[in-house]
């Protein structure tokens, strides 16, 4: 049986560089409260083989705090596991103490944030969800990372409240929408799913993601001059990977209007 788990490290902010290091006794000689606030989701993955290889949590524990030190995967942008860090698995969660783990309570408190969500754009985000039913979305707890796993079916991005321009979230979210329209169930773009970075078919993924998320933006209209740029470089970005591939921008431009189409509820236009 797989397990998912969450490795979480603290952020920059004054709170939680106050606690950095610190072990479980110093939170509770100084009656600190921890909250998802203060940290940065760094990675996110499975295990599998749980009831064969790890009696309790704790060996689960220990299992992935070698892993993350010894042999971390490549795309894991944390540093080296230590005291403070945090590990959820299966929705319960285990500080790093000096010796070993403590399980703590931690909830997501989201700071009062000024960027308002946009009604036509939650709308699009709300329809598509409602049309597939085994999509998740995740945007509820701090994270840096933006991504979709074909594995899970599953989007993380992180809350809106993190963003200071609101449209540069929705543009980030509906790149991770267009990717999910690559699923097997939908429209099928096993080429460009699950391949290793920067390959000519994620590459060409990447391509169709953000070209489709800019057509989404264009259609309600919230495409601002931050994101606008930040889109072009993003796709010059990703085109110069495929300079040799002459057609990529033409092949790319097809399918992230097909994938666009898909999630504004156009199915029929999209095949």
């Known amino acids: 049986m797989n397990t998912n788990f969450r490795i ?3 952020n920059n902010s004054k709170e939680a560089r106050n606690i950095k290091f610190m072990n479980y006794e110093f939170l509770v000689e100084n009656k600190i409260n921890l909250s998802l606030n203060l940290y940065n989701e760094v990675y996110a ?14 060996e689960l524990c220990d299992y992935l705090f070698h892993k993350f030190n010894m042999n971390r995967p490549a795309d894991f942008k944390g540093h080296s596991l230590s005291t403070s860090d945090i590990i959820e698995i299966e929705g319960k969660y285990y500080y790093c103490d000096d010796y070993g783990w403590k399980k703590v309570d931690m909830e997501a ?5 000024k960027v308002q969500p946009i009604k ?9 969800l409602k049309a597939q039913p085994l999509l998740k979305l995740h945007n509820d707890r701090p994270s840096n990372r933006a991504y979709y796993t074909p594995m899970w079916d599953e989007i993380t991005v992180p809350m809106l409240s993190q963003y200071k321009e609101k449209e540069e979230y929705y543009s980030t979210l509906f790149h991770e929408m267009v990717h999910s329209t690559g699923h097997s169930t939908r429209l099928n773009r096993e080429e460009g799913m699950g391949n290793k970075f920067a390959s000519h ?10 070209l489709g998320s800019a057509m989404l ?3 309600i209209k919230i495409d601002t001059e931050v994101a606008f740029k930040n889109s072009v470089a ?4 990703w085109a110069s990977k495929l300079k040799e591939d002459t057609k990529a921008i033409v092949w790319a431009a097809s399918r992230a209007e097909k994938a666009a189409r898909y999630i504004l509820g156009e199915r029929e236009n999209a095949k």
């Open 109 to 113: 408190k989201p700071k009062e944030s």
């Open 201 to 210: 078919a994620y590459s060409r993924e990447e391509l169709v993601a953000e």
């Open 8 to 10: 979480y490290q603290l």
């Open 234 to 237: 993003y796709i010059k970005d």
């Open 120 to 128: 036509r754009a939650e709308k699009i985000v709300k329809d598509y």
């Open 45 to 58: 993955g499975e295990v599998g083989g749980r009831d064969e290889f790890y009696d309790n949590t704790p």
């Open 217 to 219: 933006c264009t259609n």
